[in-house]
C-alpha cells in the first residue's frame, strides 16, 4: 500500500469513531490518507483527531475560503486510488444513489474516476428498510464496491446488522485489493449484450425481453480487471460510463453482425450474451402497414448466426457463447459449443426461479470444450460475472 492514495469520506454514524485506527492502519501501511467529513460527522468525531492521525488537513468545505478554490471535489476526486466512504450513513447512501450533491464528500463521489467502496453503518432497522436496500443495489449497479455491515450489538442497544466493518476487516480488504495486479491488462475484450429488434415496419419491429444486464455485468467485470472492452449492444435501457468501456449502440442482427465482425479481429476474448433475433422480415415496409385483411402473415428469413461466423473466423480468440435451452440442456449446449467451434459456452437455464430474463439473479452452468462441467449456484449477474471472468483467465492462463 506504499503510495497508494487513498480518499476516506466519513458521514454522519456513531461508527466515525472507528476510522481513527482506520486511518492508522492505512498511514502505518504507508499509504497517503486523505479525509472529508461531512459536518455530522463532526459531531461523532472531531477533524483535529482525524487530521492528526492521516497527517493531512480535513477537508469538509466546497470553497477553501482563505485561497478562494472551489474545485477541490475535483481535485481530491483525481488524486485517489481509491475512494472508501466509511461509514456511510443511511442518508449519505441515499443521496449517492440518487445524484444529490450538497456536500463536499458527495460531489467528490460524482467526480471520482477511481473505485468507490462504500461501508454502510446504521441501525438494524434503517439497514433492513427497503430505501436502504435498494440505494445499495444502485450503488452496486453503479459499479461500487459495498462492504457488508456486520451483524452484532449496536449503538442503540438493539443486536442486529448494521455495524460498520471492523477497521482490521475494511484495511485488509483494500490491502488485498492494491496487491491484485489487474487481470486482463493490456487485454481486449469483445461482448455482446441485449436485445435485437428486427423491423418489420418503420413503427413495429420483433423483439425479445433481454435486459442486456448479463453482457453489462460481463463489461464491467472485464474492465474492472484491466481489459479494454468493446459493448455491442442492442437496444436497452444500461449504460455504463466505465472508462475502459466503449459501448457501441446497435438495432438489429444485421447491424450486430458487422460490428462484431469488424472488431473481433482486435480482439482477445469474444462473448457473445446477446439475445440476437434468429429470424427477420424478409421485406421491411418503408410505411407503416395499414390494417386490411382479416389475417396477417410476415415472412421472416434467418438471421446470420453472429456466434458461429466469428467461430469460423477465429484465429487465437478465446470465443465464449450463450445458450439458453429449456430441454436437453446439457447435450444441446454441447452441440453448440462444437457447431460453433467456442471455448466455452455458458448454459442458461429457465427451469429455475430468479434465473434468466430480466431477474437480476441467473443460474448458470459453464462447459468448456473439453466437455468439463461447472455448475454455479444462484447468484447476481455481477458475482456470475466476476466469476466467468476468474474462470476465464485460468483457462486463458492454464
Ligand atoms: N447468437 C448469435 N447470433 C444469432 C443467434 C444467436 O450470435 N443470430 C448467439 C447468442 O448470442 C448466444 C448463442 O448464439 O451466445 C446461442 O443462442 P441461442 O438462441 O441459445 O441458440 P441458437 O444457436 O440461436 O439456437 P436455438 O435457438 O435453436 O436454440
Known amino acids: 500500500m506504499i503510495g497508494k492514495n487513498i480518499l476516506l469520506g466519513v458521514s454522519g454514524s456513531i461508527a466515525a469513531y472507528k476510522t481513527a485506527a482506520l486511518t492508522r492502519l492505512f498511514v502505518k501501511a504507508g499509504a497517503n490518507v486523505r479525509i472529508i467529513m461531512t459536518e455530522s460527522a463532526k459531531t461523532f468525531i472531531t477533524p483535529l483527531t482525524l487530521a492528526t492521525l492521516s497527517k493531512n488537513p480535513v477537508e469538509s468545505e466546497f470553497v477553501k475560503s482563505a485561497a478562494g478554490e472551489w474545485t477541490n471535489h475535483v481535485e481530491l476526486g483525481l488524486w485517489a486510488d481509491l475512494f472508501l466512504i466509511a461509514p456511510a450513513s443511511a442518508n449519505t447512501l441515499g443521496k449517492m444513489a440518487n445524484g444529490i450533491c450538497d456536500n463536499l464528500l458527495l460531489a467528490t463521489y460524482l467526480s471520482a474516476r477511481c473505485p468507490v467502496w462504500v461501508a454502510p453503518a446504521m441501525d438494524l432497522d434503517m439497514f433492513a428498510h427497503p430505501s436502504t436496500s435498494r440505494n445499495l443495489k444502485t450503488l452496486a449497479d453503479f459499479g461500487n464496491l459495498i462492504i457488508e455491515p456486520e451483524p452484532g450489538e449496536l449503538a442503540s442497544g438493539l443486536e442486529g446488522k448494521g455495524r460498520l466493518a471492523e477497521p482490521e476487516t475494511i484495511f485488509q480488504l483494500v490491502a488485498d485489493w492494491f496487491k491484485q495486479k489487474p487481470v486482463f491488462a493490456g487485454k481486449r475484450v469483445l461482448i455482446t449484450a441485449g436485445p435485437t429488434y428486427e423491423a418489420i415496419d418503420p413503427v413495429r419491429f420483433i423483439g425479445n425481453h433481454s435486459s442486456g444486464k448479463m453482457g453489462f455485468a460481463l463489461a464491467e467485470a472485464f474492465a474492472n480487471q484491466g481489459a479494454e472492452v468493446v ?160 474462470y476465464i483467465s485460468s483457462h486463458i492462463h492454464a
Open 231 to 390: 459493448l455491442i449492444s442492442g437496444p436497452s435501457q444500461l449504460s455504463t460510463n466505465h472508462p475502459a468501456i466503449k459501448t457501441v449502440r446497435i438495432v438489429s442482427a444485421a447491424e450486430m453482425l458487422d460490428q462484431a465482425k469488424s472488431h473481433f479481429p482486435s480482439a482477445d476474448i469474444a462473448i457473445m450474451s446477446a439475445a440476437v433475433a434468429d429470424y427477420t422480415p424478409r421485406v421491411k415496409a418503408t410505411q407503416k402497414i395499414k390494417k386490411s385483411e382479416d389475417e396477417f402473415a410476415i415472412e421472416l428469413v434467418k438471421t446470420t448466426d453472429i456466434l458461429k461466423t466469428l467461430g469460423t473466423q477465429k484465429s487465437n480468440q478465446f470465443l465464449v457463447g450463450f445458450a439458453l435451452e429449456t430441454e436437453n440442456e446439457l447435450e444441446n449446449a454441447i452441440k453448440k459449443l462444437k457447431a460453433k467451434n467456442l471455448d466455452l459456452i455458458v448454459l442458461n437455464s429457465l427451469n429455475h426461479e430468479g434465473a434468466g430474463f430480466g431477474y437480476d439473479t441467473n443460474r448458470v452452468t459453464l462447459i468448456d470444450k473439453s466437455n468439463q462441467i461447472t455448475e454455479l449456484p444462484l447468484q447476481s449477474k455481477n458475482d456470475i460475472a466476476n466469476h466467468l471472468v476468474q
